[in-house]
């Protein structure tokens, strides 16, 4: 199976920051790579597919980039409804996996 | 609008079994590869299982082979899973999960709420 790893596992904070988390596989995914927002009690909601095409719904200050082994989900300016975690899920194969997550905290 | 309910989880002895349920409504379930994917307590993702809009292509997650069970029943919009041999490790919330794009490059639009499974003595 293709390992997804997360940086940073937890990530501290302020409201209007760009915040930044990065996700690399084992191996290439080509451009198979969603990012999903998770908050306490609740299920997975899908935010971007396909590496950088966002989901319907979700607001614009949430982008990502990246190819192959390397991505990147970015938030432009941190909102208070932001504060979650967030997993990355490569799905180039009929094995698809999560990165460990990361939880973004209040500073 | 999309919505997905799964039931049947509960409080299950070691080796004993269970069967989830998906009921899907707001869309045709037919039209669309559904997945089950669990979160231990504190944990993260783990996919679990796939079958294909019309269950000819189930592909389930290597360290879960023999032991878990998909199938569907498009006519009662409705996806399940059976769990056979429960062990401890399988305590998780489960979740099923609507799979958008083209087999095998399928990502999630759609979770239901989940179902939790507790396996304790």
């Known amino acids: 199976d293709i390992q997804m790893t997360q940086s940073p596992s937890t990530l501290s904070a302020f409201v209007g920051d760009r915040v930044t988390i990065s996700c690399r596989a084992s191996?290439?995914?080509?451009?198979?790579l969603a990012w999903y927002q998770q908050k306490p009690g609740k299920a997975p909601n899908l935010l971007i597919y396909?590496?950088?095409s966002l989901q319907s719904g979700v607001p614009s200050r949430f982008s990502g980039n990246g190819f192959g082994t390397e991505f990147t989900l970015t938030i432009s300016s941190l909102q208070p409804d932001d504060f979650a975690t967030y997993y990355c899920?490569?799905?180039?194969?009929?094995?698809?996996?999560f990165g460990q997550g990361t939880k973004v905290e209040i500073k | 609008q999309v919505q997905l309910v799964e039931s049947g989880g509960g409080v299950v002895q070691p080796g004993g079994s269970l069967r989830l349920s998906c009921a899907a409504s707001g869309f045709i379930i037919g039209d669309f590869g559904m997945n089950w994917v669990r979160q231990a307590p504190g944990k993260g993702l783990e996919w679990v299982a796939f079958?294909?809009?019309?269950?000819?292509?189930?592909q389930y997650a290597d360290s879960l082979k023999g032991r878990f069970t998909v199938s569907r029943d498009n006519s009662n919009n409705t996806v399940y899973v059976q769990i056979n041999s429960l062990r401890p490790e399988d305590t998780a919330i489960y979740y099923c999960?609507?799979?958008?794009?083209?087999?095998?490059?399928?990502?999630?639009?759609?979770w239901g709420q989940g179902t939790l499974v507790t396996v304790s003595s």
């Open positions: 079958i294909e809009y019309d269950g000819r292509k189930i």
């Open positions: 396909k590496t950088f």
């Open positions: 999960a609507r799979g958008r794009g083209d087999p095998p490059q399928q990502y999630f639009d759609h």
């Open positions: 899920q490569q799905y180039s194969t009929y094995s698809p996996t």
């Open positions: 191996q290439s995914v080509s451009g198979w």
